[in-house]
C-alpha cells in the first residue's frame, strides 16, 4: 500500500489530503488532530461549529464494527482498502465546485487500481467508458447513506454527497453523474420527488438512472405502487437496506443495465452528426416505410423540410411518372429479401420537378433477424436536367457561387453584355453535329492536378458528353469563358458603354501598353520629382495647440483632413500618424521609441510628391484615417489581432508612396523604368512597398522594425505587402467576389438562422482574415465619395486634376491617351464621379457595410451621389440635352 498521506487540518478549518489507495469514510469527527490519519480519497471538506459532533455521542457510523462487518461482507481484503475505524470518520460541508456557499457536498475519489477506463463496443464504434459518476442525495448521513458511500469505493465509481436539492442540482450540473440517489423515505427535509422533477428538466439527466430509495412496507399495508415514481423521473426504486453488498449488487446490476445502454445511446449523437453534415442525400424508413429521418443534404435536394417527412408513408409522396411501371416493384422485393438494391431513380421534389438520382437502399437487420429498417443513400445524376434543377436549388437557398454584387438600389446603373451570338449562331449546324462527344478533352484535364477550376472544367465536360447539341454548344462557351484568367473582371462594351465608365476601367483596371501606330512603345525618362528637406521631429507631446485641437476630433468620421494640411503646411502625416499610432499601440508592439517612429514617419512623408494634386502625402494620412476608423469597428476588432491592426496602419501609411501623379496604364505605355523593372504588373503598388521597406531598413533610427524578431517581422511585412498590392485595381472585382463569397454570404446565413452573436463568427481563418483586411485596406483608398459633401467635393476636384494632368502629358508626348474623358476642357467632374460611384464604390461599400456596419457613410454616399446627379441634369438642362444617367 505504501505510506498514506496525512489529513492536515488548517487554521481555517479546511481539510486537505491526496487521492490514495485507501478508502474513506463519508464522515468526520471534531477531535481530528493534526498529524497522521487515515486518509480521505480527494476529499476537501469545510467544517464549522455546527458540523462538531457534541461530547458523549457516538461519532460517525455505529462504530467500527459496522464498517469491518462491511468490509467482510464485501469480501474486500487488502484490495479494498482497510476499514475506516470510528475516530476517522467524517462529517461536515464541503464547498462545492461551483463556489456555491449552501452547497453541501462530500465527494470520494476511488483507488487507482479501481477507477479504470473500459472499452464498449456498439456496433463498428469502440468507446472507452470512464468510471461512473455516483451522485447520493441524502439530508442526513445514516446507515443507508454509508452503505451506498462504502458500495461507490468497492465497485470503483466516483462518489458525491450533497446535503440539499440546490446543491444536488449544483453539483449534477457541473459533473453530470450517471447514476442518482434520492432518499425518499421521509419528506419533511426535501421532496424527493420535486428534487427527481428538477434534474430531469435538465438536457444531461436525459442519459442519468435515478434512483428512489423507500421505506419498506409495513405489514397490514400493501405495497405502494412504483407509478408516481415513474411519473416522477425515477427509474427504479430501492427497498431500504443499508447492507453494502445489497447497495453494491444494485449499483452493478444499473451499471451493466441502464447506465451501459445510456452509454451506447449517447455515442449515437456522433453517428447523427456526421449523417448531418453528409453531402449525401440520406433517408432513413422503418420496416414498414414510415420515414424516420432525413438529413439536411435530403431536405435541400428535395425541397422538403423534414418536419413534412418525418412520420409519413413514402407512398404518400408524389412520384415521378418517369420511372418504369415496374421499378418500385422490383426495388421491394429485393430489399425484402435482405438484399441491397441500387440503380437509378427518379424521384418528384416538392416543386414537382423531377430530378434524376443513383439511389443505394441497405435493409438494416435488428433483433430477431428481422429487418427493422431501410437506409437509403442518393445523389444526383450528372444530367442537364439536374443542373438547372440543383442551380434553382442553391439560388433558392442562397448558395449560388457567383456573387450577386448589384445593389436593389442601383441595379439599373450598370451594363451588363451577356454574349450569346456565338452560341446562336452556330445553331444552324446542330444537325451535323447530333453525335459530338467530348472524351479527349475530358481526359486531357483529368491529367491535370485539379485545382477547384479544373474540377468545374471536368464536370462541364462530363456533363457535355450526353448532353444535346445546343447544350454542348453553350457548354462550349462556358469553358471559354472559364478557361480566361480574368475570371472577375466584368466585360465592357465598346459602343453603347458609358464613356466615363469605359475610360475608368482602361485607366484603372489595365495595365496600359497601349499600342501607338507602329509597332513599337513609347520610352520615356522614369517620372520622378525631387522631395521637399526633413521638417524638424516632433514629439506628440510638443503638437501647437492648432494640431492638438484638430487632433482631437481625429477619431471621428467626419474630421476634416484637408484642415490638418494646412495647419502642418502640407505636412499631415507625421501628426496624424504619431496620434493614431500611439492610440494603437504600435511602439509598444513593434518595441521601437517614438522617435524611432517620428524619423520613420517623416521620412516616408517626405518620399511622398507634394506636388501631386491628389496621390500627397493628406492622401496618405486620408487613407490612414479611414483605415484607422474601420479598425474600430466591432467585428473588424473581432476579427483581427494585433498584429493585422499593425500591418494595416503601416500599409495605409505607405500604400502610395513616392507616387508619381500618373497612373499604372501610364507608366507601361511609357516604357518607364519602374515598368521595366515590374515586368508591367502591378508597378506602381510594387514600387510602393518595395520602396517603404527600403526607406525603412536603410537607417537604424528609422527602422521600426530592428527590435522585433525574425518571424513576426516576416509575417508583418508579408501582411504589408498584400494589403498594398491589394489597392491595385485590376483586381479590383476579384476581391469584392471573395469578399461577399467568403464574409458576407456566410455572415448572413448566420444571422438569419439565428446563430450570430454579433462577434466574428468564423472569421478568425487566416484566409477570411486576409480578407477582410484587403477590404478594409481598398474601402479606405477610395472612401472619397462616403466624407461628408464638401471633402468628398473637394477630392473630386483633386483626382480630376491630376487625370487632367496626365492626359495633357499624353498629348504632348504622342503617349496613347488612356482616359479621353479627362480633358480638361470638355470633362463632367459630375459625370465622371457618377460613373465611379456606380461602377467601383456602391457594390464594393454595400459589402464593407454589410459586415462592418457603417450607417454615416452610406447615407453620405447616397447624399453625395444625389449631389452629383443634380448638378449633371442641371447641365443637361441648361445645354438642352436628354440627361445620360
Excluded at 457510523?61 to 474486500?76: D, F, I, K, M
Excluded at 441524502?138 to 443507508?144: I, L, N, P, V, W
Amino acid at each position: 500500500m505504501g505510506c498514506a498521506p496525512s489529513i492536515h487540518v488548517s487554521q481555517s478549518g479546511v481539510i486537505y489530503c491526496r487521492d490514495s489507495d485507501e478508502s474513506s469514510s463519508p464522515r468526520q469527527t471534531s477531535g481530528v488532530s493534526q498529524g497522521p490519519a487515515e486518509p480521505l480519497h480527494g476529499l476537501f471538506v469545510q467544517t464549522d461549529a455546527a458540523d462538531v459532533v457534541p461530547a458523549g455521542r457516538a461519532p460517525g457510523p455505529p462504530g467500527a464494527v459496522r464498517v469491518r462487518r462491511a468490509r467482510a461482507e464485501l469480501g474486500s481484503g487488502s484490495s479494498g482498502g482497510s476499514a475506516a475505524p470510528a475516530g476517522t470518520t467524517c462529517r461536515g460541508r464541503r464547498r462545492h465546485c461551483c463556489a456555491s456557499a449552501e452547497a453541501e457536498t462530500q465527494t470520494s475519489y476511488t483507488s487507482v487500481q479501481q477507477v479504470s477506463s473500459s472499452e464498449v463496443r456498439i456496433g463498428p464504434m469502440r468507446l472507452t467508458q470512464d468510471p461512473i459518476q455516483v451522485l447520493l442525495i441524502f439530508a442526513k448521513e445514516d446507515s443507508q447513506s454509508d452503505g451506498f458511500w462504502w458500495a461507490c469505493d468497492r465497485a470503483g465509481y466516483r462518489c458525491n454527497i450533497t446535503r440539499t436539492p440546490e446543491s444536488a442540482l449544483e453539483c449534477f450540473l457541473d459533473k453530470h453523474h450517471e447514476i442518482i440517489v434520492i432518499d425518499h423515505r421521509q419528506t419533511r427535509n426535501f421532496n424527493a420527488e420535486a428534487v427527481c422533477r428538477s434534474i430531469r428538466a435538465t438536457n444531461p439527466s436525459e442519459h442519468t438512472v435515478i434512483l428512489a430509495v423507500v421505506s419498506p412496507a409495513s405489514d397490514d399495508h400493501e405495497e405502494a405502487s412504483v407509478l408516481p415514481l415513474l411519473h416522477a423521473g425515477f427509474n427504479r426504486r430501492f427497498m431500504e437496506n443499508s447492507s453494502i453488498i445489497a447497495c453494491y449488487n444494485e449499483l452493478i446490476q444499473i451499471e451493466h443495465g441502464e447506465v451501459l445502454s445510456q452509454f451506447k445511446l449517447r455515442a449515437c449523437n456522433s453517428v447523427f452528426t456526421a449523417l448531418d453534415h453528409c453531402h449525401e442525400a440520406i433517408e432513413i424508413t422503418s420496416d414498414d416505410h414510415v420515414i424516420q429521418y432525413v438529413n439536411p443534404a435530403f431536405e435541400r435536394m428535395m425541397g422538403y423540410h423534414k418536419g413534412e417527412l418525418l412520420g409519413k408513408e413514402l407512398a404518400e409522396l408524389p412520384k415521378s411518372d418517369k420511372n418504369r411501371a415496374d421499378l418500385l416493384d422490383t426495388i421491394n422485393t429485393c430489399i425484402k429479401k435482405g438484399k441491397e438494391w441500387q440503380g437509378v431513380y427518379y424521384a418528384r421534389r416538392k416543386s414537382g420537378d423531377s430530378i434524376q438520382q443513383h439511389v443505394k437502399i441497405t435493409p438494416v437487420i435488428g433483433q430477431g433477424g428481422k429487418i427493422r429498417h431501410f437506409v437509403s443513400l442518393k445523389k444526383l445524376c450528372c444530367t442537364t436536367d439536374n443542373n438547372k434543377q440543383m442551380h434553382k436549388i442553391h439560388r433558392d437557398s442562397g448558395d449560388n457561387s457567383q456573387t450577386e454584387l448589384h445593389s436593389i438600389r442601383h441595379k439599373n446603373r450598370r451594363k451588363e453584355s451577356i454574349d450569346v451570338k456565338s452560341i446562336s449562331s452556330r445553331g444552324s449546324d446542330a444537325p451535323s453535329l447530333q453525335n459530338r462527344r467530348y472524351p479527349s478533352m475530358a481526359r486531357i484535364h483529368s491529367m491535370t492536378i485539379e485545382a477547384p477550376i479544373t474540377k468545374v472544367i471536368n464536370i462541364i465536360n462530363a456533363a457535355q458528353e450526353n448532353s444535346p447539341v445546343t447544350v454542348a454548344e453553350a457548354l462550349d462557351r462556358v469553358l471559354e469563358i472559364l478557361r480566361t484568367t480574368e475570371l472577375y473582371s466584368p466585360q465592357l462594351g465598346t459602343k453603347d458603354e458609358d464613356p466615363h465608365t469605359s475610360d475608368l476601367v482602361g485607366g484603372l483596371m489595365t495595365d496600359g501598353l497601349r499600342r501607338l501606330s507602329g509597332n513599337e512603345y513609347v520610352f520615356t525618362k522614369n517620372v520622378h520629382q525631387s522631395h521637399s528637406p526633413l521638417a524638424m521631429p516632433v514629439t506628440i507631446n510638443d503638437v501647437p495647440p492648432c494640431i492638438a485641437q484638430l487632433l482631437d476630433n481625429e477619431e471621428s468620421w467626419d474630421f476634416n483632413i484637408f484642415e490638418l494640411e494646412a495647419v502642418t503646411h502640407k505636412r499631415p502625416l507625421v501628426y496624424l500618424g504619431l496620434k493614431v499610432f500611439s492610440r494603437f499601440g504600435v511602439c509598444e508592439f513593434l518595441n521601437c521609441s517614438e522617435a524611432t517612429l517620428r524619423a520613420w514617419l517623416q521620412v516616408i512623408e517626405a518620399n511622398y510628391h507634394s506636388s501631386n494634386a491628389y496621390h500627397n502625402s493628406t492622401h496618405a494620412a486620408d487613407v490612414l484615417h479611414a483605415t484607422a476608423f474601420f479598425l474600430g469597428k466591432e467585428r473588424v476588432k473581432g476579427s483581427l489581432d494585433q498584429l493585422d491592426e499593425v500591418a494595416a496602419l503601416i500599409a495605409a501609411t505607405v500604400h502610395d508612396v513616392d507616387h508619381p501623379g500618373r497612373t499604372n496604364s501610364f507608366l507601361c505605355n511609357a516604357g518607364s523604368e519602374l515598368a521595366v523593372l515590374y515586368n508591367d504588373t502591378a508597378v506602381l503598388e510594387s514600387h510602393h512597398t518595395a520602396l517603404a521597406f527600403q526607406l525603412t531598413v536603410k537607417d537604424a533610427k528609422c527602422n521600426i522594425f530592428k527590435n522585433i524578431d525574425r518571424n513576426h517581422y516576416r509575417t508583418l511585412r508579408q501582411a504589408i505587402i498584400d494589403m498594398v498590392l491589394a489597392t491595385e485595381m485590376t483586381k479590383h472585382f476579384e476581391h469584392v467576389n471573395k469578399f461577399v463569397n467568403s464574409i458576407n454570404k456566410p455572415l448572413a446565413a448566420e444571422i438569419e438562422g439565428g446563430d450570430c452573436d454579433c462577434g466574428p463568427a468564423g472569421k478568425s481563418f487566416p484566409e477570411n482574415q486576409l480578407l477582410i483586411k484587403r477590404m478594409m485596406i481598398k474601402c479606405a483608398d477610395v472612401a472619397n465619395p462616403c466624407r461628408p459633401l464638401d471633402l468628398c467635393i473637394e477630392w473630386a476636384g483633386r483626382i480630376s486634376e491630376e487625370y487632367f494632368a496626365q492626359t495633357d502629358e499624353e498629348k504632348r508626348q504622342g503617349l496613347p491617351v488612356v482616359m479621353p474623358v479627362f480633358d480638361r476642357n470638355t470633362c463632367s467632374i459630375p459625370k465622371s464621379q457618377i460613373s465611379f460611384i456606380d461602377y467601383f464604390i456602391t457594390d464594393m461599400f454595400d459589402a464593407w457595410d454589410a459586415f462592418a456596419h457603417l450607417p454615416a457613410l452610406m447615407q453620405h454616399l447616397a447624399d453625395n451621389y444625389k449631389h452629383w446627379k443634380t448638378l449633371d441634369d442641371l447641365k443637361c438642362k441648361s445645354l438642352r440635352l436628354p440627361s445620360d444617367s
